[in-house]
């Protein structure tokens, strides 16, 4: 299995449980700008060229494209089949018909700027600065707010602000930002960042163009976590527990983003925590929380 679908098991520690006086709320569900995965959603794609990656070729862009709509249509194939209303329309960045962004990682490439430092929060809070920079230069190439009503102007400087001009372009509150970097032969990882966060805007970075790992990292931004046991579960407890959940769900695409996406489904219990169901059913509790946790109904 390549470091690209472990090391996404980075979500899985940014994910956590928070516990109230009677409820337990899993912090990434309908949390932040992606919340319910259902209505109209655009999955905003920014191609970028950095001197750690491989340069973008027209074919490998196109290539690309053909990935993400394979994943839009396979995610909407799921949401018609648990009657959920979804529309997810793809829309990427281009300015006069040149499509990559070209932005340097401060340490050559995604893996490297991460885990620069022992202290992931100082690599995270780079690839943040990464993912700033890329926003501006794709706020320059973005047509001027002229609504009329606006009388403070939206200073497009990081990827909050650009999300938010998104936003009042495309009409809808779910914009899913993702970064596409040309390393689909390398050894290389993708990620999401924020999506349990109550201040920083979520994104997510892929670095090749599978179909399951682009969904698998959508799904990311709507709250899903990792279900597969990564370098990053350390502990035994988590180690067998993912490993229980593993064998029960052998088709789960946050389990298994290295399979063929026709192969793979989405399961209750990421249902639960991509909004497509209110409650967390008695199965998938007893896989991620003790049998004294109660969880939130939406």
């Known amino acids: 299995m390549k470091k690209s679908i472990l090391i996404i098991g980075l979500m899985a520690i940014l994910c956590s449980c928070r516990v109230s006086f009677q409820k337990t709320r899993v912090s990434t569900v309908r949390n932040n700008v ?32 053909d990935s993400i709509s394979k994943a839009i249509n396979w995610i909407e194939l799921q949401a018609k089949n648990n009657a959920i209303p979804l529309n ?49 230069l794709v706020a320059r190439g973005l047509p001027k707010d002229k609504s009329s009503v606006i009388l403070t102007q939206n200073k497009l400087s990081d990827r909050e602000r ?8 495309y009409k809808t509150d779910n914009v899913a930002l993702m970064f596409f970097t040309n390393n689909y032969y390398e050894n290389e990882m993708s990620v999401v960042l924020h ?32 279900l597969y046991i990564s370098p990053f579960d350390r502990n035994r407890s988590q180690q067998r527990k993912k490993d229980k959940i593993m064998k029960l769900l052998p088709n789960e695409i946050m389990a298994f983003a290295h399979k063929d996406i ?15 169901e209110n409650k967390l059913s008695e199965e998938s509790k007893r896989m991620i929380a003790s049998k004294r946790q109660k969880f939130l109904e939406y």
């Open 162 to 169: 650009l999300i938010a001009r998104l936003r009042d372009m």
């Open 88 to 136: 997810v329309e793809f829309k990427n960045y281009s300015k006069n018909e040149r499509v990559p962004v070209k932005s340097k990682y401060k340490y050559e490439t995604l893996s490297k700027t991460m885990f620069h430092y022992r202290d992931l929060s100082k690599g995270i809070e780079l690839v943040d600065n990464w993912s700033d920079q890329v926003s501006r």
């Open 34 to 65: 992606c919340k319910a995965l259902r209505g109209k959603v655009v999955l905003y794609a920014v191609f970028v060229d950095s001197e750690g990656t491989h340069p973008w070729t027209e074919y490998d862009i196109n290539s690309t494209k």
């Open 262 to 276: 026709d192969s793979l489904n989405i399961s209750d219990l990421t249902k639960y925590l991509i909004g497509w």
């Open 195 to 226: 999506s349990a966060s109550n201040d920083q805007t979520e994104y997510g970075i892929v670095s090749e163009k599978r179909p399951s790992v682009i969904a698998h990292e959508f799904l990311h931004l709507f709250g899903a976590i990792d």
